[in-house]
């Protein structure tokens, strides 16, 4: 049976140049790199190749990058190191309601211990409004946290402008770029960021490492104590191999950035292309240009998005609801109800996410399935009437409100 891999936004397939790079760091180079004798040393080499690999594609100097076991670690770090540090100063957050569990969840565990997190709202198209979030900061407001890319719907934020307002105010700003980096041009310094988290198994890399940017003369409080690994912001001996391999997949990104992010595009609106040929009543969500090349977020009328997937995956096609996170539960995705998808809509949203090894066959393929699947779906679905005509939107609400 084919495989097509349509969930990059889940995970990636670690790229053959980045497993080349860590495999030596699994046999002859296994040393500690905190040790003093030669077998820390050659090692200890290693994790300073990447930290400079990952700075560069960042555009900051390597000491301001500090490698973590993944983005939900990175965000933790980014939020909790900052309330602990600046509790002096203010307990307040801005965020918004669409951010990543790695950020929302880190946000409530904040309020339950007296924080004030405001969580800004979105339009239809997932946008938040700049006005809304000038308005919000307030003299206790210690940080805004705002994702560069949004990982189910791939809406891509005005960072640049965000970090801006932030300045203005002297306000700490995070971004979790998880999603952004190798898919878009990423530069620190641009974008007026103080903190940034990105992870390795979403460009390339193995699961199991990540990296924060923290620019320098940031006072942040440590997550992990314990060893004085990584200038003491962050205990735990070295995650050496993955550390490798981390900067060998941000130097593929960097290189190859341009290139794959048009592949990428050009795919997507293909995909997009055909299914709004042959699919009649879907919807498209997330913002119609500002979105990263590689997703698309559809909904598909009177069908339930967890029997698409089963349906795709028995033809080899791997896609997603929602994200992983939240995928196994039956609550529509949160990032939906914040951009006021109907319901049912919401329930059908069904996520493509390509990657730097799709192909046109693929899409093809896709293509090909899909339409068929959807036909057959929605002649089971009791939200479809017996001749064939689909319910109205009004139609389809009474019976939800039964
Ligand atoms: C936007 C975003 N932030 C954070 C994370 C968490 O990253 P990790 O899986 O490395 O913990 C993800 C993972 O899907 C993500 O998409």
Not at 121 to 134: F, N, P, T, Y
Not at 322 to 339: D, I, K, Q, R
């Amino acid at each position: 049976m084919k495989r097509i891999y349509l969930d990059n936004n889940a995970t990636t397939q670690v790229r053959p140049e980045v497993l080349d790079a860590m495999l030596p760091f699994f046999r002859e180079q296994f040393g500690n790199p905190s040790s003093v004798h030669w077998a820390g040393r050659a090692v200890a080499g290693a994790v300073e190749k990447g930290r400079e690999q990952v700075a560069k594609l960042l555009n900051c100097s390597p000491a301001e990058v500090v490698f973590v076991s993944c983005g939900s670690e990175g965000d933790n770090f980014a939020i909790k190191g900052t309330v602990e540090a600046l509790r002096d100063k203010g307990n307040h957050i801005i965020t918004t309601k669409v951010e990543h569990p790695a950020v929302l969840n880190t946000c409530q565990a904040l309020e339950k211990q007296g924080c004030r997190i405001t969580y800004l709202g979105v339009d239809a198209d997932g946008m938040i409004d700049l006005k809304e979030l000038e308005a919000a900061i307030t003299d206790q407001t210690i940080l805004i946290s705002v994702m560069w890319g949004n990982n189910e719907t791939g809406t891509l934020f005005p960072i640049e402008e965000i970090g801006a307002i932030a300045r203005k105010y002297k306000v700490r700003f995070h971004t979790d770029a998880v999603q952004a980096v190798g898919k878009v041009p990423v530069d620190v310094q641009k974008a007026n960021v103080d903190l940034l988290v990105l992870s390795g198994h979403k460009i390339g890399a193995p699961k199991g490492v990540g990296a924060i940017y923290i620019r320098r003369g940031t006072k942040m409080t440590p997550l992990l104590h314990g060893g004085h690994q990584e200038r003491n912001r962050r205990a735990g001996t070295h995650n050496v191999a993955g550390i490798v391999g981390l900067g060998v997949a941000c130097d593929l990104a960097g290189a190859q950035l341009e290139e794959c992010a048009a592949k990428m595009k050009r795919l997507r609106d293909k995909l997009e292309q055909g299914i709004r040929e042959q699919v009649p009543e879907i919807k498209v969500n997330g913002h119609p240009t500002l979105r990263l090349p590689n997703t698309l977020n559809v909904s598909f009328a009177y069908i339930e998005g967890e029997s698409l997937l089963l349906n795709l995956d028995m033809k080899g096609i791997a896609a997603s609801s929602g994200s992983a996170c939240t995928s196994g539960s039956l609550e529509p995705s949160h990032v939906m109800g914040a951009m006021c998808v109907d319901v049912l809509l919401a329930h059908s949203s069904t996520r493509f996410s390509l990657g730097p090894e799709t192909t046109e066959e693929d899409i093809d393929f896709v293509l090909q399935e899909l339409p068929a699947i959807i036909e057959r779906l929605r002649q089971m679905s009791p939200l479809y009437n017996r001749q064939g005509k689909p319910l109205t939107c009004d139609e389809c609400r009474v019976i939800r409100s039964v």
